[in-house]
C-alpha cells in the first residue's frame, strides 16, 4: 500500500490571505503595525509544511521546522486525545502527537499501517 499524506486543508490559506487583507488598514496606520503580516505569513507556513505521513514501515510527523520518522516497532498504541486529535504513544510512555490526524481519519491510518493497527470500523 503506497503511503497516505495527512495534511491541512489547504483551503485554509484562504483564511490567511484574508487575515492579511483585513489588516492592511491597520499595518500601514503606525509605525510597525507591518508586523501584523507575520501572523497570516506563519499561518499560512504552518499549512504548507505541517503533515503526517504513513506506510508500511514508519510514521513520519513534519512541523515547521523538524521532521521526525518512527518506526512502527516504536509505536505501542494510539490515544484519542479530547480534541478529537490522534497521538502515537512510544514505547517508552512518551506520546507524540500526529498533525492533520483525526478521529474520522483511523480508518485510512489502520490501512496505511500495513496491518499494525487493527481498523476501527470492523471492516
Known amino acids: 500500500m503506497p503511503a ?3 495534511q491541512p486543508s489547504r ?7 484574508v487575515v492579511a487583507l483585513c ?22 507556513v504552518w499549512v ?9 514501515d514508519a510514521v513520519t510527523i513534519r512541523s515547521v521546522l523538524r521532521r ?3 518506526p512502527w516497532s516504536e509505536i505501542s498504541s494510539l490515544r484519542l ?10 514505547n517508552d510512555g512518551a506520546e507524540l ?3 492533520a490526524v483525526g478521529v474520522r481519519d483511523l480508518p485510512q491510518l489502520a490501512a496505511a499501517s500495513g496491518g ?8
Not at 486525545?81 to 512510544?90: D, Y
Open 4 to 6: 497516505v499524506v495527512f
Open 11 to 17: 483551503l485554509q490559506l484562504l483564511v490567511a490571505t
Open 23 to 44: 489588516a492592511t488598514p491597520v499595518a500601514f496606520g503606525a509605525p510597525y503595525l507591518w508586523l501584523l503580516y507575520l501572523l497570516p505569513i506563519g499561518f499560512a
Open 48 to 56: 504548507v509544511r505541517t503533515r503526517t505521513t504513513v506506510d508500511a
Open 68 to 70: 521526525r520518522r518512527v
Open 81 to 90: 486525545a479530547g480534541t478529537g486529535r490522534v497521538r502515537a504513544v512510544l
Open 97 to 99: 502527537p500526529l498533525p
Open 116 to 123: 499494525r493497527l487493527p481498523d476501527p470500523a470492523g471492516d
